[in-house]
């Protein structure tokens, strides 16, 4: 079935770091892919989404290309900040033709960010 | 902008008691998603409803059932709790008109069973 499979935790960086999260995912067709974060305590956010291949999703300073041909959803910030400290879940959405099809994640990256 | 609601946000059972979770979901949206998530786990998916019918099933276990009701609303009944079923759990909602849209999350509600 489809899968999501991310880099496991925790990644911790320096403040003005440069952050990599590798994501790839297994589907048929052509799934659409999210980005979602976590704050300590809160519940999930989108962060960013990429519908088709060599779109690029781009939120807040986090940049994620849909790579069809390597099957990846990288996530990337060129210079993180503490309060990027969170859990980052990348996740798809399945091909089907209904448009309520249930999100399906990955296990999640946890990210520290020290000052 | 309106989000998710779910109440409570927190909840404290004991073994083999029943608890309900409510959740209402964004005005117009006509699909909402119930997820479970461990700690230090990602969400899993246990039930869905579009237009107050059942639309998918994942993980749900049988002491557990959900419905939409007319207002949209949903509710997740889990009935004889067990110490594994302490989680958070996460109602979603979206727009099934608009194809592979992402779904919007609540702040999950936190229930503790002792």
């Known amino acids: 079935g489809d899968s999501v499979t991310q880099m496991e935790g925790p990644v911790t960086l320096s403040e003005e770091a440069f952050l990599t ?8 067709g052509y799934p659409s892919l999210f980005w979602y974060v976590q704050y300590p305590g809160e519940g999930l956010q989108l962060l960013l989404k990429a ?44 091909t089907r033709n209904s448009g309520n099809t249930p999100l399906v994640f990955g296990k999640g990256t946890r990210l520290s960010v020290i000052a | 902008a309106a989000g998710v609601i779910q109440s409570p946000r927190h909840l404290i059972k004991e073994k083999r008691e029943t608890a309900t979770l409510k959740c209402y979901p964004i005005p117009r949206h006509d699909t909402v998603y119930w997820y479970q998530q461990g700690p230090g786990q990602d969400p899993q998916f246990l039930i869905s409803f579009y237009e107050k019918m059942q639309s998918d099933k994942g993980s749900i276990p ?53």
């Open chain 1, 21 to 28: 999260i590798n994501c790839t995912y297994t589907a048929t």
């Open chain 1, 51 to 94: 519908t088709k291949a060599d779109d690029k999703g781009s939120n807040k300073g986090f940049e994620a290309t849909y790579r069809k041909e390597t099957t990846s959803f990288h996530l990337e910030k060129g210079s993180v900040q503490v309060s990027d400290s969170a859990v980052y879940f990348c996740a798809l959405i399945p």
């Open chain 2, 62 to 114: 049988d002491r557990f059932s959900a419905q939409q009701f007319s207002d949209y609303h949903s509710e997740l009944n889990m009935s004889s709790l067990e110490l594994g079923d302490s989680a958070l759990y996460f109602c979603a909602s979206s727009l099934a008109r608009e194809s592979n849209t992402e779904a919007f999350f609540g702040q999950g509600t936190r229930l503790t069973v002792v």
